[in-house]
């Protein structure tokens, strides 16, 4: 376990060693927090281009990007900054705090957490891309008589692919276990969150001399920091085990964090502001934009409207924009298709698909009953009807962790609705003020591209509702979370400025009018639901990373709360296959499973099958099930002698186990 924990800190410090020295050659000193989220995109797009174009194997790249970084690192050594330090000290550990939790529970907590079905399509191409090249699959040489070889070769080359490479550059077969490996690579990617959401927020609230409650500005951007990324969106898009998302959040945060700046160059009237837009900004964001295409194709189309919708809305506000800027933003993306079509065109192709399928007709799809499980409030409990009518509007931004349990007493019940609905009343008024109001009215540029960039992602979600896109639309919610999170908590810290008559008391007005009791009562409004909005995810944080450490059966918080796809199963199964108590005469085994799990066989025998694989042991199955949605029914296998048996057997406590048994002994 750890050589698996090495190789995931040799990849991280690679990440940091090679963002360092992008950025030092562009000049940009300033953004060392980004260091990990630039290191990834060149990364990714580099490996992907030279496996997938230039045909060259993972064990082979292993090699030339250890090279890369070994240059890089002695450059940035010639001038190494304290800044720098404390950023990589930082990671390090938001990183080991992310840890604790998998070392504590295992397999149980880290085997997936609530989307069994991609998290073991990621480990199948990560498995597939390590054992073969892309030549080798493309023209039929490659064997593909193992099954999640053969499930991940169709998958392989446009579904994603790249961060499935990432891992399996770093992935060392038969060497440690397989989950674990791939639960410290997703922490190194969940740790550059809160850096990346901490450059953002300090945008707005650094050096701001109107911080309410006498907090300093730097507690207020790492509370902001923090309680997004291990708070309920934090928590959700972990859940949901899409590793191409993971890898992506940072990198899209950079993206809009430099992109407000680039803008707000465009827009400012301030003397000497043009030299912000200058072109090492806007290679980075280049840079920052491909890897991300790279990663994950249609999150980055969606944060280049982003930027777009920012462009256009405040140009819209402010009256004022210049053919040149309008050229450099229009350019942007087809620099960024031309780069990832020599890296890997198949991506192109996947995600126009992707595109078709979210925006035309069709059934919807029908996992958003339980990735977006969480409209329906924390307890999910009591009528339906009346917990969608009081709980949906407040759950969809982000506050279902304290919507009321609709199965409490009555005495209980009445209150905790009255005050959700006028929580609800008070998350109206303040949406109103992050995005109408801060890109119509907002005092600085950087206000109102802010504004602008959550009103466009909000428009993205509310446009797939009357569509019955209920899965696209939560997932855009996903996307737009943490510019929404920042916006909505800004008020907590800086008191919202209707108008300066608005903050000023009777004494001083002689008299106060209608007008201004309403505005007052507005900002008081809008505050309340910002310190609700914190206050709940600082409260999320605290209790779920509790819950995480403490659960030892995985199920709720400590498996994964709120969008877990099939919770019985961690609820009935015990994670505790261990390859290495194999005896090492051992070359094959068969697997066996208990009907009685119902869907669950599909997947824990999945998990079975990848661990064995991993550990390069072949295996057989006799009443074997796809991997994938291909054939849903169970076909038999020609019997195959096997050197052991790992048979899955319920315990007197109704909690189904692995054993592991000798072929003989089976008998």
């Not at 599909?602 to 998990?607: A, I, V």
Request: with cysteine.
């Amino acid at each position: 376990m750890l050589i698996n924990l090495l190789m995931t800190v040799v990849l991280a410090a690679g990440c940091l060693i090679i963002g360092a020295a992008v950025r030092k050659i562009l000049g940009l000193q300033k953004y060392c927090l980004w260091d990990g989220p630039i290191g990834l995109a060149v990364i990714s797009f580099f490996s992907s281009m030279l496996y997938f174009t230039f045909n060259i194997s993972v064990q082979t790249i292993r090699y030339i990007l250890l090279v890369l970084v070994l240059l890089s690192l002695i450059y940035v050594c010639r001038d190494l900054k304290r800044e720098e330090i404390r950023s990589f000290l930082a990671l390090a550990v938001i990183f080991l705090v992310l840890l604790v939790p998998g070392v504590r529970n295992r397999d149980q907590y880290y085997a997936w957490r609530g989307n069994f079905t991609d998290h073991f399509f990621y480990t199948s191409v990560a498995l597939t891309l390590n054992e073969k090249t892309a030549k080798a699959y493309l023209d039929g040489t490659a064997d593909t008589s193992v099954d999640l070889i053969e499930y991940g070769s169709r998958l392989a080359f446009e579904d994603r692919p790249t961060v499935c490479l990432l891992f399996s550059i770093i992935m060392l077969k038969n060497t440690g276990e397989l989950f674990w490996h791939i639960f410290t690579f997703h922490c190194f990617l969940l740790a550059m969150i809160p850096l990346a959401m901490f450059s953002l927020a300090e945008l707005f609230l650094n050096g701001n001399k109107r911080l309410r409650f006498g907090l300093p500005c730097t507690a207020a951007v790492i509370l902001t920091a923090l309680t997004y990324s291990f708070g309920f969106w934090g928590q959700v898009v972990y859940d949901i085990n899409a590793w191409s998302q993971i890898a992506s959040v940072a990198l899209n945060i950079a993206v809009i964090a430099l992109g407000i700046e680039i803008l707000e160059a465009f827009f400012s009237e301030e003397p000497g502001a043009e030299q912000h837009f200058d072109r090492s900004r806007f290679i980075l964001l280049l840079i920052m934009l491909t890897g991300d295409f790279t990663l994950y194709a249609e999150n980055a189309i969606v944060h280049y409207l982003f930027l777009l919708g920012m462009f256009a809305l405040t140009a819209i506000a402010l009256r004022r924009v210049k053919i040149r800027q309008i050229l450099c933003m229009a350019a942007i993306f087809p620099a960024v298709l031309l780069l990832n079509v020599a890296a890997n065109w198949r991506i192109l192709r996947f995600a126009m698909g992707q595109i078709s399928i979210s925006t035309g007709g069709g059934t919807p799809k029908p996992w958003w009953r339980f990735f977006n499980n969480y409209w329906t409030g924390f307890w999910n409990s009591g009528d339906y009807f009346m917990k969608k009518a009081v709980c949906f509007i407040p759950s969809y931004f982000g506050y279902s962790f304290i919507m009321p349990n609709m199965s409490s007493p009555l005495w209980i019940r009445i209150p905790w609705i009255l005050f959700t609905l006028v929580l609800t009343v008070c998350i109206m008024a303040l949406l109103a003020y992050i995005t109408i109001y801060q890109l119509v009215k907002g005092k600085t540029v950087r206000d109102r591209l802010l504004g602008s960039c959550v009103l466009t992602g909000l428009c993205g979600a509310f446009v797939f509702i009357p569509m019955l896109k209920l899965w696209e639309s939560g997932k855009m919610m996903t996307y737009v979370s943490p510019y929404l999170y920042l916006a909505m908590v800004i008020p907590l810290f800086i008191a919202p400025d209707l108008k300066k008559k608005s903050l000023q008391t009777p004494a001083e007005t002689g008299s106060e009018t209608g007008t201004s009791v309403i505005r007052r009562i507005v900002i008081y409004a809008i505050s309340f639901a910002a310190m609700l909005l914190l206050f709940t995810n600082l409260l999320f944080s605290l209790y779920g990373y509790g819950k995480r450490i403490t659960n030892t059966r995985g199920n709720g918080l400590g498996g994964a709360f709120p969008s877990d796809q099939l919770p019985e199963i961690k609820e009935t199964i015990d994670f505790n296959y261990d390859t290495h108590a194999l005896d090492d005469s051992v070359r094959s085994v068969e697997l066996i499973v208990d009907d009685e799990l119902g869907l669950g066989k599909k997947w824990f025998l999945s998990y079975l099958k990848l661990k064995t694989f991993f550990a390069g042991l072949d295996y057989y199955v006799e009443d074997d099930t796809d991997l994938w949605y291909q054939d849903e029914t169970e076909r038999k296998n020609e019997f195959r002698e096997t050197d052991a048996k790992v048979r899955v057997l319920k315990d007197q406590d109704g909690i189904y186990e692995v054993i592991i048994q000798d072929s003989e002994e089976a008998e």
